[in-house]
């Protein structure tokens, strides 16, 4: 066995533990995710906790080889859908995710020894697995990180700290960026890494290792990549197949023919799931894209989004080049980025749902907790109303035996919510497969660029349907013009067949047809806030009245239809500085009928109409600002008082009425605004009062229900109560709000705080501005003439 870094602290690791939780500060390549679990064992059974499946399984097989046992004996591991271990293994690897469940399930109470690794990643879960663990005291805890957290993790936990340095080359840093302060970017990503590519195979040694922000990325560096003749091109990311993986942690395969005689150089391409744990060997160059997909909230939702990564991150990722020799990492980013500091924990940027109902299904509020770093307000109240709405927590936040049942499921509580409150077993069936493939990482097909097989598929699938055609793949359906993500779809299979078993549904090979309307229906009515409607001025967008949508581009969304159900979304970078632009990724058009019959929306009242039968006012549905229903109903009790105001304003009752009232309480604003009224003060109230809303008010004071009671009144009768009635008619007279002179109608404005009247042009042909004496006096006011965009003084 090799000498690693980590191997001088050994025995300064036994002393600490035996009294005290330890929190070890090491970087990459110091051998602490291979060494310290081992090490643990000595103090009684560890479960070992890795944010990233791929380094979960990979450790553990790694170490169940150097132990000499099969895997699963003393070493094992426990991921989503898989498993190898028994209650005998001595060191156990498993994702947070499992860590927390097991908690639920008996408070980890076959284990000594928790260590929770990379906890620099700072991942929700893990903060709560280790605040709970904190506060339980029931466990002695090993933390480890590989940034700056270690010394307030050790106050935090009350811990022993031990700080050991990686096994590390030279590194030298160089930056490809058009200026010095040029942040990471998007644009042409895949052209750039290959031109980098080429330089580094003529300029350096050792292998490649490309970070790139997602899959997408990858696989179009990848193509880019793929014609040059020496290079073996690797995918490394969290659903790459064990064959890929194996592949980009193996050392170079030697080939005969290369001119060098040290084999083909090797590119990975990779995500930030190669910062750490996992060791690469060979690598002496790293090319640093300076981007990565992270975790933002959007709408009471959590969503990715496409962000620069902080400057530990960047010293992560250059870490990787000085691993087994002096190496090269090449930002293609300017060095004086202004790049955070550290990436903010995701309990500070993401929603807050699964965190609380995890908490609550082991016995904790979040409140009840301490966390590192503090939980915003916002987010605490907004998982809140969202776990009551759901009926998963009750008034004092402790779990409900409905909370129980969403909590095991390995899905998003939403999409848990909605399957277990589907009582049709078809629709429950259907849901679960559309829930299983929204649920792997990897998206199940691409759509093709040709426009005959995109024909060809819309005859297959008529609706343009996102959840029929997911639902229909993981159930093994076969569209011939799609391209099949296979890992990913073996996947969802596999869920949907736990997730059936869990219900005591049906096998999916005999999975019950379903009515795709009835399920549309059911979804709506459980969480109407995933329904999106089309905006009328801007039809590629679509809004719920919290968030806006558009489109991603492999969709098969109908240019006719006007609402849709979004599953999923992704967010980019938008023009402006904290602009995000928000797509929809899985969609399903509904029918505005289906909102209508669901009541979504609020009724408003709209236009008045009289007719021989009488009068009435028009109801209108509104959702997400655009009327998708409108009713005529009769003009009766509280909803006749807006026709009746509509029929004084236009003339048709009380002739003259609106203006004169109008005036007066312009006239009173004014007034107030000058103070000249002692005892009262110009106010909120005051400024927005308008002749509609005072009238309103009249009516309800009177009683007024029905527009015939109104010829029982007159003008006299609905007086305003604003300026006294001896000091109007003056103070009118000395600031009107419309002049008439000799061809020439105007508007007047005044700004009382700048003491400056606008005399505004309406009509007429007179091309001259006014004159100072046709003017009132105005003592002490600036005028100004205002016509179209030119602006005169008046003297």
């Avoid at 059974?45 to 097989?61: D, F, W």
């Avoid at 589907?422 to 691409?446: C, F, G, H, N, W």
């Avoid at 296979?486 to 949907?496: C, F, I, K, R």
């Avoid at 928000?582 to 505005?592: F, G, Q, V, W």
Wanted: proline share 4%.
């Amino acid at each position: 066995m090799s000498q690693l870094p980590i191997d001088s602290y050994q025995s300064t690791f036994h002393q600490q533990i035996a009294d005290s939780h330890l929190v070890v500060e090491a970087e990459t390549g110091s051998g602490k995710s291979t060494r310290l679990p081992i090490w643990a064992s000595q103090h009684g059974r560890v479960l070992v906790v890795e944010p990233r499946r791929i380094a979960c399984t990979s450790l553990a097989k790694f170490l169940a080889k150097e132990s000499g046992e099969k895997l699963g004996s003393k070493v094992g591991y426990a991921i989503k859908l898989e498993a190898q271990y028994n209650e005998q293994t001595d060191v156990v690897f498993v994702t947070p995710g499992i860590a927390l469940r097991w908690l639920a399930e008996d408070g980890l109470a076959g284990f000594d020894v928790i260590v929770v690794d990379e906890f620099h990643e700072r991942r929700w879960d893990i903060d709560l697995l280790v605040a709970i663990l904190k506060q339980k005291a029931s466990h002695r805890l090993v933390i480890t990180s590989a940034t700056i957290e270690g010394e307030r993790l050790a106050d935090y936990l009350k811990a022993n700290r031990i700080s050991c340095e990686g096994r590390t080359y030279q590194v030298d840093i160089e930056h490809q960026a058009n200026e010095s302060r040029a942040l990471p970017d998007s644009r042409h990503l895949e052209q750039r890494i290959a031109e980098e590519v080429n330089h580094q195979l003529m300029a350096s040694h050792g292998d490649i290792l490309v970070f790139l922000p997602g899959k997408k990325e990858i696989v179009q560096c990848e193509q880019a990549l793929a014609k040059h003749p020496d290079l073996q091109v690797v995918k490394l990311h969290a659903s790459v197949s064990d064959k890929e993986r194996d592949l980009a942690l193996s050392g170079r395969n030697v080939a005969n023919d290369d001119l060098d005689g040290r084999g083909l150089r090797k590119v990975i391409l990779a995500t930030n799931v190669a910062e750490t744990s996992l060791t690469i060997p060979d690598i002496g160059v790293v090319i640093d894209s300076g981007l990565e997909r992270r975790t933002v909230q959007r709408n009471g939702r959590t969503t990715l989004m496409l962000k620069s990564i902080s400057r530990a991150g960047a010293k992560q990722r250059a870490g990787r080049a000085g691993r087994v020799m002096d190496g090269v990492c090449v930002r293609l980013y300017g060095e004086h980025a202004a790049l955070e500091l550290v990436t903010p924990p995701e309990l500070q940027r993401e929603e807050l749902t699964e965190l609380m109902l995890a908490a609550a299904c082991s016995g904790f509020t979040l409140e009840s907790l301490s966390f590192l770093d503090p939980i915003p307000e916002k987010s605490l109240h907004s998982a809140t109303q969202t776990l009551l709405t759901m009926e998963a927590i009750d008034v004092d936040h402790q779990i409900t035996e409905h909370g129980k049942k969403l909590y095991p499921l390995p899905i998003d509580a939403l999409y848990a919510d909605i399957v277990t409150r589907i009582k049709t077993k078809a629709l429950k069936e259907a849901m679960v497969d559309l829930t299983a493939a929204l649920s792997v990482p990897a998206r199940l097909y691409q759509l093709p660029n040709n426009a005959e097989h995109l024909e060809a598929l819309a005859q297959q699938e008529k609706e343009g349907c996102d959840l029929t055609l997911l639902i229909q793949i993981v159930r093994g359906r076969n569209y011939p013009h799609l391209e099949i993500d296979q890992q990913a779809l073996a996947e969802a299979q596999g869920l949907a067949e736990q997730m059936r078993e869990v219900f005591e549904l049906p096998q999916l090979e005999v999975a019950s047809r379903y009515q795709r309307t009835a399920l549309l229906e059911t979804i709506i009515k459980l969480h109407p806030e995933l329904v999106f409607v089309r905006r009328l001025k801007r039809r590629e967008a679509f809004a719920n009245g919290s968030l806006e949508v558009v489109l991603g581009r492999q969709n098969r969304f109908p240019d006719n239809a006007q609402a849709m159900l979004v599953f999923d979304t992704h967010s980019l970078p938008g023009r402006g500085v904290k602009q995000t632009l928000t797509l929809a990724t899985t969609t399903a058009p509904i029918a505005l009928d289906l909102m209508v019959e669901a009541e979504l929306g609020e009724w408003q009242q709209g236009e008045t109409v009289v007719n021989d039968d009488g009068v009435f006012t028009e109801m209108d549905l509104v959702y997400a600002g655009r009327t998708i229903s409108t009713k005529l109903v009769a003009a009766e009790g509280q909803l006749s008082l807006k026709p009746i105001v509509d029929l004084v304003v236009s003339g048709a009752q009380l002739p003259g009425f609106s203006e004169a009232r109008t005036r007066e309480i312009k006239h009173w604003q004014l007034y107030v605004k000058l103070g000249l009224d002692e005892q009262t003060k110009f106010t909120s109230d005051i400024e927005q009062l308008n002749f509609e809303s005072w009238f309103i008010e009249q009516l309800e004071v009177l009683g007024v229900t029905d527009v015939s009671e109104l010829e029982m009144f007159d003008a006299s009768d609905i007086p305003f109560e604003g300026i006294p009635s001896w000091l109007y008619t003056e103070f009118a007279e000395k600031y009107p709000f419309s002049i008439t002179l000799a061809d020439l109608n105007l508007e007047v404005e005044y700004l009382v705080g700048r003491k400056l009247v606008y005399v505004h042009y309406q009509s007429g042909s007179r091309k001259s501005p006014p004159k100072r004496w046709e003017l009132p006096i105005w003592s002490g006011w600036r005028i100004q003439y205002k016509k179209a965009s030119r602006i005169i003084d008046i003297k």
